[in-house]
């Protein structure tokens, strides 16, 4: 079964810092990989999906990830920190023999520092 | 156009009862998926509904049951409550099956008590 892994449960970032959230997944196959943020009392915003058209995919808010077969990783990363970045982020596999299903990572919450 | 809304936000039940919960995706929309949000379990794949058939099915015990209308509006229900049930349950609508992008609705947050 596959499976998706996020590095730390909690970050913290200075705001303006780069903010670095880190994805690796298990799969067999080529698989589509997702980024999702909630915000408190929220459901889920996609920020940004990979379908295998190019590796480094951009998304909304700044944010964007780049796929590494090699390390079967898929590292969310955004330049400089906003205040408004303050939120938890879920990482995502989907496999075409599972339809629509998304298996979700951990998630990691983002904490961002004045 | 409008998003993925869900009926009701906020649920208070007793264990034992049973509950349904209202999933109406994004016009168009003809799959929807649900799933569980638990602090402890994190977001879990509970099933996924399109044209009215269910499609997929994660690993939830047989109190977990779904149904998909031909409008595309989905409902699913929960008997015999139990206190581990207290969870947000989130609905997703994507256009057609095939690793599609899928839209979330604000869930509903269900407590057992």
């Known amino acids: 079964a596959q499976s998706v892994t996020q590095l730390g449960s909690h970050v913290s970032v200075s705001e303006g810092a780069l903010v670095l959230l880190r994805c690796n997944y298990s799969?067999?196959?080529?698989?589509?990989l997702f980024w999702y943020v909630q915000y408190p009392n929220q459901g889920l915003q996609l920020l940004l999906k990979y379908t295998s058209a190019a590796t480094l995919v951009k998304g909304i808010n700044g944010f964007e990830a780049e796929f590494k077969k090699s390390e079967t990783s898929f590292h969310l990363t955004k330049p400089s920190a906003h205040m408004s970045d303050a939120a938890e982020y879920f990482c995502a596999v989907s496999e075409e023999a599972a339809g629509n299903k998304l298996t979700f990572g951990g998630g990691t919450r983002v904490l961002v520092k004045p | 156009k409008a998003g993925v809304t869900q009926t009701p936000r906020y649920l208070i039940k007793t264990r034992g009862q049973q509950v349904t919960l209202s999933c109406s995706p994004i016009s168009g929309h003809r799959s929807v998926s649900w799933y569980q949000q638990t602090p402890g379990q994190g977001l879990q794949f509970l099933f996924e509904y399109f044209s009215e058939t269910q499609r997929n099915k994660g690993n939830f015990p047989g109190r977990f049951s779904g149904r998909q209308f031909s409008n595309s509006r989905s409902e699913m229900n929960v008997s015999t409550l139990e206190l581990g049930d207290s969870a947000l349950y989130l609905c997703?609508?994507?256009?057609?099956?095939?690793?599609?992008?899928?839209?979330f609705g604000p869930g509903t947050r269900l407590l057992v008590l």
């Open positions: 997703a609508s994507s256009f057609k099956r095939g690793r599609e992008t899928q839209y």
């Open positions: 799969s067999s196959v080529p698989p589509y």
